[in-house]
């Protein structure tokens, strides 16, 4: 709800309403949209309000004609035609003429997309425009260009995310914002980023998640309403509202009567994959090492888990002539294991023995037996050096390639995806007509169950759609709940009015009956 | 390509895909294409387990997978789904909360849990539910609880 001062609501309410309104021009290339909301602009507004016939209004656009009797605004020529080009900022304030301007509210502030129509009227002889201004949330720039946000880790309160994205991708100052920098829910998960939404679409999703609902207000700052039909009305028609109507228009769709709100828990849950082949190895190893250690990893990245591994040995070391020494294996965690050869000692020991003992076996005197009746003979020394060689030999045609593989059951950790279902009682499976809800950021059932059964009374409460004419009431924003004077409340989802001179506009007041839980 | 390229290329992927448990054996299923292909049923969390659901061409290991698995299902062009791996998100508790609307007044008149929890066993567990007693359980062992926390089955670790 827009606050009034007292003494607009004085003014209000004697019941003499003398309605006044102004609306503003500013040139976008002299003063940010920023600085005119915030009111720190240099220029001197250009007041249309003279020029201005024909206002019709609603929070989103502001449409008016204008008079151009001298051409000023005429797109090419025009002196004054900056004020209307493609970006001027347009703002509406209104109030009564019986109260200084100071304590007027502003109604609209938005932007001219594009070009205004201009043209020559036939019937009154005089130069004219069709003026449409869009409210800021209506630009492409919002609600088409995807985004992708920084992280934010847990604990961090989802207020901090909004505000960045505000200043970052919407490119509101701190003083644009009207929202709670601090909005009581936390991120649960570790990681948390916006990714491939547009920016409209994020902050909605953020407020998502504790029931709002974004909009510019009439000032140009970014608000929000709250979704939850449960809390105090905002507005008690004062009795100098008058009510001219209460309309209950036809609507023919179904009603949404079950809402599903899908989110990831915090927790992370084991799943296992196939029993597989996880790693192989491979060791060429003998005598000249005592051994050797070997780490497989159960993936290049070293980022894959797995449990219950275990050494499958294809080929072992032991697989020459003497079994040299001992294979094992050690689950050092999760991600990689060490495989363990140790050769023997006595092969070292027994290779370098024998290549002592050939050496010195070298150096036996050529003694030589001689057999009987033949002219050869034969060295003993070169037979104890060959005894020597063959022990050698022996060790050395012991090496060799040893071939094992890792098995085991690779696993990843997965985000349990739980949900919330507010469903209407007593209705059958076929009778649902389902609204689904995907939000990451919401982290707990308790969360998700509040946003599931406001939405679902909410999509229950806009299947009975109203329509309320009354007085202008300035303190009305969207979103904001109306009581009547009979007690029934009325949810303000949408506004218009026709503004003149010297009239008191009647104001359009589209929602729908509030049931509260 | 920056890691926020990817998070980008993974969040469009994301469209057009759902995560299901296995609901069966696999067995080969002889599909339009005239050939045989590997399959098996998938709890999307609806009252009827999607039937035969075919794994994708590429991804045959998916084949040892044991029922109750979270797999990943991609749609295909003509509608049909298809297991695409194993997902990074598994199915977990629902809760159901049931809202009468009479007049102008909307009341909470029941919920239920549904869905169940794959947690390790806790130090007093280990003791109550294994069934060689405490001892016949490593530490770590878990069990899948339902959404009430009662024990269903001690899974191998």
């Not at chain 1, 609501?9 to 600085?35: C, M, N, W």
């Not at chain 1, 020529?77 to 493609?86: C, E, I, M, P, V």
């Not at chain 2, 849990?113 to 794959?118: I, P, S």
């Not at chain 2, 109550?128 to 770590?140: A, D, E, K, V």
Request: hydrophobic share 40%; charged share 25%; with cysteine.
């Amino acid at each position: 709800m827009r606050m009034l001062t007292e003494a607009m609501e004085q003014a209000l309410a004697d019941g003499r309403r003398r309605p006044a309104y102004k609306i503003l021009a500013f040139d976008s290339k002299v003063d940010s949209l920023s600085a005119v909301v915030t009111g720190n602009f240099t220029q001197e507004p250009f007041d249309l309000t003279p020029y201005c016939t024909e206002i019709s209004w609603t929070p989103a656009q502001l449409g008016f004609t204008l008079a151009d009797p001298k051409g000023i605004f005429h797109p090419d020529t025009g002196a004054s035609r900056k004020y209307l080009g493609d970006g001027a900022i347009i703002r509406l304030k209104e109030g009564d003429s019986r109260v200084v301007e100071d304590n007027w509210v502003w109604t609209f502030t938005g932007q001219i997309r594009g070009q205004i129509g201009w043209r020559k009227s036939r019937r009154s002889k005089t130069l004219e425009s069709k003026v449409t201004v869009f409210s800021r949330e209506n630009t492409q720039a919002y609600k088409r260009r995807k985004i992708t946000s920084k992280e934010y880790t847990v604990g961090t309160d989802i207020g901090v995310m909004l505000y960045d994205l505000c200043r970052s991708f919407l490119g509101l100052t701190e003083a644009e914002i009207r929202i709670p920098s601090v909005l009581g829910l936390q991120f649960r998960h570790q990681v948390n980023q916006v990714a491939q939404m547009t920016p409209w679409d994020a902050v909605s999703t953020i407020l998502q998640t504790v029931c709002y609902v974004p909009f510019f207000d009439g000032e140009g700052r970014l608000a929000c309403y709250n979704k939850s039909l449960s809390r105090p009305p905002d507005r008690v028609l004062p009795d100098y509202i008058r009510i001219f109507d209460y309309e209950i228009p036809a609507r023919n769709q179904d009603a949404v009567n079950r809402v599903k709100v899908v989110f990831l828990d915090s927790q992370l849950e084991q799943v296992d994959g196939p029993y597989q082949k996880l790693g192989t190895a491979q060791i060429t190893t003998g005598f000249f090492s005592m051994g050797e250690k070997l780490d497989t990893w159960w993936s290049e990245d070293h980022k894959q888990r797995a449990s219950g591994t275990h050494l499958k040995v294809i080929k072992s070391v032991n697989s020459g002539l003497l079994p040299v020494g001992t294979e094992s294996y050690q689950e050092i965690d999760q991600f990689h294991g060490r495989i363990k050869v140790e050769i023997s000692v006595w092969v070292p020991i027994l290779a370098t023995a024998m290549i002592a003992a050939y050496i010195a076996a070298a150096a036996i005197p050529d003694e030589v037996v001689a057999p009987l009746g033949a002219g050869v003979t034969i060295p003993v020394g070169r037979i104890i050096q060959a005894g020597g060689m063959v022990a050698i030999l022996v060790v050395m045609m012991s090496l060799g390639s040893a071939q094992y593989e890792v098995w085991g059951t690779p696993y990843d950790m997965a985000y349990l995806e739980k949900e919330s279902i507010a469903v209407e009682d007593g209705i059958s499976y076929w009778e649902e007509n389902e609204k689904e809800i995907k939000n990451d950021f919401i982290g707990s059932h308790e969360q998700a169950d509040t946003v599931a059964v406001t939405e679902l009374i909410w999509e229950k409460s806009s299947s009975l759609p109203r329509r309320l004419l009354i007085d202008d009431d300035l303190a009305l924003e969207m979103g904001d709940i109306v009581v009547l004077p009979d007690g029934r409340k009325f949810l303000v989802t949408n506004l218009a009015k026709q503004i003149k001179r010297g009239e008191v506009p009647i104001l359009t007041l589209d929602g729908f009956k509030v049931m509260t839980a | 390509m920056s890691i926020r390229k990817i998070i980008d290329w993974a969040a469009s992927q994301a469209d057009g895909e759902m995560t299901g448990t296995i609901a069966s054996p696999f067995f080969q299923l002889y599909d339009d294409a005239e050939g045989w292909v590997w399959a098996c049923d998938v709890d999307i969390g609806q009252p009827e387990v999607l039937r035969s659901v075919p794994v994708a061409s590429n991804n045959r290991e998916i084949i040892y997978a044991e029922e109750g698995k979270s797999v990943s299902l991609k749609k295909m062009n003509q509608g049909r789904w298809v297991i695409a791996g194993l997902a990074k998100t598994v199915r977990s508790t629902t809760h159901i909360i049931y809202v009468s609307f009479e007049e102008d007044l909307a009341q909470i008149v029941g919920h239920t849990l549904t869905g169940y929890l794959v947690r390790p066993f806790t130090y007093g567990e280990l003791g109550t539910l294994s069934p060689g007693g405490y001892g016949s359980l490593p530490y770590g062992a878990r069990g899948r609880f339902d959404a009430h926390g009662n024990l269903v089955e001690i899974l191998e670790s």
